[in-house]
């Protein structure tokens, strides 16, 4: 299709379609062969691109799993759409917007599984907790943000930065369950899912007691002390 055939603009430009091409090849020379034995010259010659051209768009390996992440908190914000403009309750907003990440998911769930070993390290930059991670990460909390504004949940001023901070850890917690899970369809995590959004929304509930904030303060700084790229997001917003 020539541009003079596409008016509306519709195709993406050439640069766009080359690096999903890339992207799209990686994802799936890591669930066949895995993570560890996949080259980045393998992915170019698999996708029909020259090796510098991989680099090009992709500077390694743990920039192609960054762009994973990427694609997942893209289409995850969409995804949520339906169920955070039309619900107000906190509990059906945070179990919307977790299964909504299970149905996102669903078609790397195997892939997931071959390069967690990786991505379990903290230390990693395939780590959802790592400094490499930091746009998809903030794209992700930014969505529990929105959770709990849009929700008719009341919620103390000092605790609207750490709240939706501690929502993402319980998506965390539900990602690693999916990881290993292998009931039919994910059923099992789809009714963590659930469970955990009704529990999350009574610990939101509860945090609304004056004699209960510093304990979610010092859950918090918990998790902030010992996961290196969310203590450096922490710190740099403190500055700011």
Do not use: C
């Not at 992440?69 to 169920?83: N, S």
């Not at 930059?125 to 490499?132: A, D, Q, V, W």
């Not at 099992?188 to 510093?214: I, Q």
């Amino acid at each position: 299709m020539t541009e003079a055939n596409d008016p509306a603009g519709t195709r993406a430009p050439k640069s766009e379609q080359t690096r999903t091409l890339i992207l799209e090849t990686a994802l799936r020379l890591f669930q066949e062969r895995g993570y560890d034995k996949t080259t980045m010259r393998a992915i170019a010659k698999e996708a029909g691109v020259s090796v510098g051209n991989a680099y090009y768009y992709f500077g390694s390996k743990e920039h192609l799993v960054q762009g994973f992440y990427d694609r997942i908190a893209a289409e995850h914000q969409a995804a949520v759409r339906p169920v955070l403009d039309k619900e107000t309750d906190f509990e059906a907003r945070m179990a919307g917007v977790l299964t909504a990440w299970l149905d996102i998911a669903a078609p790397y769930h195997e892939f997931a599984a071959q390069f967690f070993k990786n991505a379990a390290d903290p230390e990693s930059p395939l780590s959802p907790f790592s400094p490499e991670s930091e746009h998809a990460r903030e794209a992700a909390i930014d969505v529990h943000r929105e959770v709990l504004a849009g929700s008719k949940s009341k919620v103390a001023e000092e605790l609207r930065d750490i709240l939706p901070e501690l929502m993402w850890l319980s998506q965390m917690g539900l990602v690693l369950y999916w990881v290993f899970d292998r009931s039919e369809g994910s059923e099992r995590s789809r009714r963590l899912a659930v469970r955990g959004a009704k529990l999350t929304a009574r610990g939101v509930a509860l945090s609304r007691f004056r004699v209960l904030r510093p304990l979610v303060r010092e859950v918090h700084e918990l998790f902030t002390d010992f996961l290196p790229g969310m203590a450096e997001t922490v710190a740099a917003r403190k500055k700011a």
